[in-house]
């Protein structure tokens, strides 16, 4: 089979406390070789790298530093953002927090649990390659990140029930609509490019998997496999809870993501920042590109 050809680190990970370390960032201005090696071992292994920015003022700038150290470019604003400035500063980044009495993004300005999801709504699968998220404060409770190794557990999938997996890549699999304009596409879960397999697997309120279920037999099956993997127990889920200063750098392509409800009071607000990027990080000379 085609695919046996084309194995990642992260097709066969699995989960463990190790891969929530944290990898310390002392002058993001001046990130070692080193640090930035195991930044990027650790984004291609697991789909994602938990750091922390230490001794420093962290706004716009040092997002901007820290993404040229990794050769990520400039942040991305997706169009359908075009007309809604107050969702995004002038450096390309989201602000994440609950705004009360006010009408605006389902995800960006509410406390509500999000299901996970890949960035990039309206985007084809694979466009946005790797999101940042970064936590300037955290509410009272709640407001854990979930992280889901889609391309790992649709991996496993593929080997063991390809009779099934194999609907994941039909083109009018996946239905996802923006919530702040109701525009749509329509693609695949899953996408073999450049021999490799990127993902779009997500199942928060963008989706409308019912679409594809009533034109693709046995879709929702494969829906339900995967769906039964996203969750607490399965090698292929994990969660964590980001502390002020730390962030989280994951290949939007590989993995899919989420969120706890949260719950702030008159002291405490969770507040996060998001940017969104074209490329994957890397070393110049290729050697961890995945």
Partial sequence: MLINKLIEPIYTHKFSSEDLSVVQIKNPYEIS???????INRYCTCGFVILEFKGTDVGNETFEAFS????????????????YKSLHSEHGFNVLTQRDNEDGHKAFNTSSEQEIHSDGTLEKIGFIKTTLLY???QGESGGENTIYNSVGAFYHLLKTRFDIAKLLFDERCLKRASNINNQEYIGPAFSIQENKIISRFSLDNTCDWNYGFMKIPKLEEAYSMMKDLANHGSPYFVTCKLMPGQAI??????????????????????EMIRGLFLDKPNLNKGEFSI
């Fill in 135 to 137: 936590c300037k404060s």
């Fill in 68 to 83: 040229r150290s990794l050769g990520l470019g400039n942040a991305y604003t997706p169009e359908v953002y075009n007309d």
């Fill in 249 to 270: 750098l994951m290949a939007n392509d590989k993995i899919s993501h989420g969120r706890k409800k949260f719950y702030n009071s008159g002291e405490r607000k969770r």
């Fill in 33 to 39: 070789t080193s640090v930035i090696r195991e930044l």
